[in-house]
């Protein structure tokens, strides 16, 4: 069957033909939407085709997916996805709502959201022959297509910045990636990264520039859409999601993901999305507080390094996922994000900076009453904590060191 009709621009409209394009729109480098053939799509399928599958990764979604499967079944790229939810019900007393859950997006393979990204670019890459998958990346999206790459064989060169945490730089040596640090921001590395892309014929999966990184986003949105068939009840409020912002890629591609789900007809209520973005890196929230879609750069300063973007390349997309779903973009300070982390760590999650935003924004959305005791939310951690240690540290008390002896201990305790 082939589900994969073309693109379509999201800000002119225009349709075109797979081949016609692979980026941006040619007009007014519009963000480009993936077209399925849903009716093809629910011909063939039922949701229970779907809920009964047994494999607990996102290729259980292959059907609604534009892209075939990259075989390569007992490698990492078939981990990716199929994240845990917890319940949190201590820190949901806390914040005095009645159900708190959180997504946990460091079970991934190379441990943040941006797997399901890559593993959906280097199936792409299959299909097209595209010899090397270059991207720019603040960290966690090189990691991910350096690690989906090395799984499959498949030849990628990541383009940080020199400022990128430690852990996040070794992931991408280790993977065998070709890896620069660019002496600049992370937009200067995504523009480097288009150049070599044109000058050496290299496949770029730039967030957001590249159309198949929401394909993968997506899943996140499948799977919270199976979950909530098992946990939420037909009488219960709407649920709102809580996701982090830096370019938009991750909030369109859950919004693409609950899309796809009602036009199929399997979903019968828009989920309310939550945007989170840090104060010192807002672009997408200063229009959403301005009520435009015109969305101007800003010079971001946040020590949430994955969020952290001068001009998002998805900035449209991720503004209509808030307003088209009766949500609302939230910012956070850096203070309180390094607080999310500890107050998160508390109930057995580690996040990095930027997914610990998440529960800042929802700590903050409670208290401007935007979110009530009676909302089911669900948080979504996109990151592990392992990646940026130094963050962690700022969030707790240093540990005494102490003689080998008990009455230190005792002192201590
Ligand atoms: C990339 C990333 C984000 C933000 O995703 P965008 O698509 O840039 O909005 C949030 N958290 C983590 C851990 C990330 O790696
Ligand atoms: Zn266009």
Redesign the pocket.
């Known amino acids: 069957m082939n589900k994969f009709l073309g693109y379509q621009c999201s800000i002119c409209r225009k349709k075109y033909t797979p081949k016609e394009v692979t980026y941006i729109c040619p007009y007014d480098g519009g963000n480009l939407n993936v077209l399925l053939d849903y009716e093809a799509i629910k011909e063939k399928y039922q949701p229970d085709d779907i809920t009964c599958r047994t494999e607990n990764s996102l290729w259980r979604y292959l059907p609604l997916l534009p892209v075939s499967n990259p075989g390569g079944e007992e490698t990492p790229l078939y981990a990716v996805g199929w994240t845990p939810t917890f319940s949190l019900p201590t820190l949901a007393k806390k914040l005095g709502i009645k159900r708190l859950w959180l997504k946990d997006e460091s079970a991934n393979p190379t441990a943040?959201?941006?797997d399901r990204a890559s593993a959906i670019l280097v199936a792409r890459a299959k299909e097209i022959n595209a010899e090397v998958i270059v991207t720019a990346s603040?960290g966690?999206?090189g990691a991910a297509l350096a690690g989906m790459s090395a799984a499959v064989g498949q030849k990628a060169v990541i383009f940080a910045p020199k400022t990128a945490p430690v852990a996040k730089v070794a992931q991408l040596l280790i993977f065998g990636a070709e890896v620069m640090l660019v002496d600049g921001t992370y937009d200067d590395a995504v523009e480097l990264a288009v150049k070599a892309a044109d000058e050496f014929g290299w496949y770029c999966r730039n967030?957001g520039y590249n159309p198949f990184t929401v394909e993968g986003k997506k899943t996140a949105a499948f799977e919270i859409w199976e979950w909530s068939l098992k946990a939420l009840s037909q009488t219960d409020k709407t649920l709102t999601v809580f996701v982090?912002?830096?370019?938009?890629?991750?909030?369109s591609g859950i919004h693409k993901g609950f899309k796809d789900l009602v036009a199929l007809g399997w979903l019968k209520e828009m989920p309310c999305i939550f945007g989170i973005q840090a104060e010192g890196s807002a672009a997408i929230a200063n229009a959403f507080n301005a009520k435009t879609e015109e969305i101007l750069p800003v010079s971001a300063t946040t020590s949430a390094d994955?969020?952290s973007?001068d001009m998002p390349s998805?900035g449209v997309r991720?503004l209509r996922a808030v307003t088209e779903t009766g949500g609302q973009y939230i910012l956070v300070d850096d203070d309180a994000i390094i607080a999310a982390i500890a107050e998160l760590g508390k109930v057995g999650v580690f996040a990095?900076p930027?997914?610990a935003t998440a529960y800042a924004g929802l700590e903050k959305a409670i208290s401007i009453g935007a979110v009530g005791a009676n909302d089911p939310v669900l948080v979504i951690n996109?990151?592990s904590g392992l990646k940026d240690v130094g963050a962690a540290l700022r969030a707790v008390a240093e540990a005494p060191i102490i003689p080998p002896t008990l009455e230190a201990v005792k002192e201590n305790l």
């Open positions: 943040s959201f941006k603040t966690n999206a967030t982090s912002v830096g370019d938009g890629n991750i909030i994955s969020i973007v998805d991720a990095e930027a997914g996109t990151g």
